[in-house]
T-cell receptor, first 113, second 114 residues
């Protein structure tokens, strides 16, 4: 049973560029969550999916952010026109269903130059 | 609005001692309270979790104490070991009708010294 996998682990890009991150949840997990963690802080909720349906987006998720989960398997998080404030660790978590614990991947660390 | 407050920010404990981390929440709709452990460069790993229908849960060296009336819960690490040195996060969520979106505390950096 492999854990949650995230790719890439690190991304360095220039301000204004678009970036896309991928998350592969644990097999059979219906729920998939995205969180953002800045240095010295706890993760903050961004959005979550039940299978392929995106059920909720945080106010933190501006119009430059979009997430998808086609076919209810892997998920992608895209940030358009990146800004300095987008620098953070982006974490993905999955759970078997709504009542089960969330298991996190090791995240994608985004650095904006 | 910080819905989950965690203290202390950092903690140094001698090997074999007891580490205690405290959290307080505001939203009475929360019905799930997990603790996560995070090492540098890694994602948070679930340690132990509790629902509000019990006041205490123990798994190995880790114990959660829960006080519903005070809206507080704490993590106790017995016989602390150097390998326990990490950042610990409490969290809270609403499973019933709330999507189980986790709200995290700000973390406690634990260092266990020999």
């Amino acid at each position: 049973d492999t854990g949650v996998s995230q790719d890439p682990r690190h991304k360095i890009t220039k301000r204004g560029q678009n970036v896309t991150f991928r998350c592969d949840p644990i097999s059979e997990h219906n729920r998939l969550y995205w969180y953002r963690q800045t240095l010295g802080q706890g993760p903050e909720f961004l959005t979550y999916f039940q299978n392929e349906a995106q059920l909720e987006k945080s106010r933190l998720l501006s119009d430059r952010f979009s997430a998808e989960r086609p076919k209810g398997s892997f998920s992608t998080l895209e940030i358009q026109r990146t800004e300095q404030g987008d620098s953070a660790m982006y974490l993905c978590a999955s759970s078997l269903d709504a009542n089960q614990p969330q298991h996190f991947g090791d995240g994608t660390r985004l650095s904006i130059l | 609005q910080q819905q989950v407050k965690q203290s202390p920010q950092s903690l140094i404990v001698q090997k074999g001692g007891i580490s205690i981390i405290n959290c307080a929440y505001e939203n009475t709709a929360f019905d799930y309270f997990p603790w996560y452990q995070q090492f540098p460069g890694k994602g948070p790993a679930l340690l132990i979790a509790i629902r509000p229908d019990v006041s205490e849960k123990k798994e190995g060296r880790f114990t959660i104490s829960f006080n519903k009336s005070a809206k507080q819960f704490s993590l106790h690490i017995m016989d602390s070991q150097p390998g326990d040195s990490a950042t610990y996060f409490c969290a809270a969520s609403r499973i019933t009708g709330g999507g189980n979106k986790l709200t995290f505390g700000t973390g406690t950096q634990l260092k266990v010294e020999l």
